[in-house]
């Protein structure tokens, strides 16, 4: 299986300030990394497909980046509203897996 | 708008059995593979299940690949998920999500089963 590691584990943010989130592969998953935004309380969100397409609804200060085995969600600018975990997920092959998540918190 | 409701979640005793279901609705349901999702309390996601959109295909991860089955009817645009011999380690919310291609690109809200005597 794909074992998808996510750092930091949890991430002190300021409002404003620009971050970025990493995931690696334990094995080439090509582009086929996806980002998902999970606030408390909520199901998953779809924010990045294929490692860096963009999603309809999505606010532009997500992006996404990467191939092979890493990848880095970034957001620039961040707001109060994207305190959530964030998880990566490869669809390259069976079985599908995710990062264990990156909890983004007020610092 | 794309909308998806699960049901049947509930309390059950290890080794038996719960049946959870999904409603779709806004959008045409027999078109998209369909999939399920856990998450234990305050853990990661887990992919559990994926079906075509026939329900010719199904695909399971070694988890609970022989105890679950995923299922469809197209007519009544809902999915399903039979969990059998359930195991403590089996407790989660379980998400309905919409399968695209190699992601998951709609979730619904979840239910949440608990196994335990």
């Known amino acids: 299986d794909v074992v998808l590691t996510q750092s930091p584990a949890t991430l002190s943010v300021t409002p404003g300030e620009r971050i970025s989130l990493s995931c690696r592969a334990s094995?080439?998953?090509?582009?086929?990394l996806h980002w998902y935004q999970q606030k408390p309380n909520e199901s998953p969100r779809l924010l990045i497909k294929?490692?860096?397409q963009s999603i309809s609804g999505i606010p532009s200060r997500f992006s996404g980046s990467g191939s092979g085995t890493d990848f880095t969600l970034s957001i620039n600018g961040v707001e109060l509203e994207d305190l959530s975990i964030y998880y990566c997920?490869?669809?390259?092959?069976?079985?599908?897996?995710f990062g264990a998540g990156t909890k983004l918190e007020l610092k | 708008e794309v909308q998806l409701v699960e049901s049947g979640g509930g309390l059950v005793q290890p080794g038996r059995s719960l049946k959870l279901s999904c409603a779709a609705s806004?959008?045409?349901?027999?078109?998209?593979?369909m999939a399920w999702v856990r998450q234990a309390p305050k853990k990661g996601l887990e992919w559990v299940a994926t079906?075509?959109?026939?329900?010719?295909?199904?695909y399971y991860p070694d988890s609970v690949k022989g105890r679950f089955t995923i299922s469809r009817d197209n007519a009544k645009s809902s999915l399903y998920l039979q969990m059998n011999s359930l195991k403590s380690e089996d407790t989660a919310t379980y998400y309905c999500?919409?399968?695209?291609?190699?992601?998951?690109?709609?979730w619904g809200p979840g239910t949440m089963v608990t196994v335990s005597s």
């Open positions: 999500a919409r399968h695209r291609e190699w992601y998951f690109d709609f």
């Open positions: 094995e080439s998953v090509d582009t086929y």
């Open positions: 997920q490869q669809g390259n092959s069976l079985p599908y897996t």
């Open positions: 079906i075509s959109t026939s329900g010719s295909r199904t």
């Open positions: 294929y490692a860096s």
């Open positions: 806004g959008f045409t349901f027999s078109n998209y593979y």
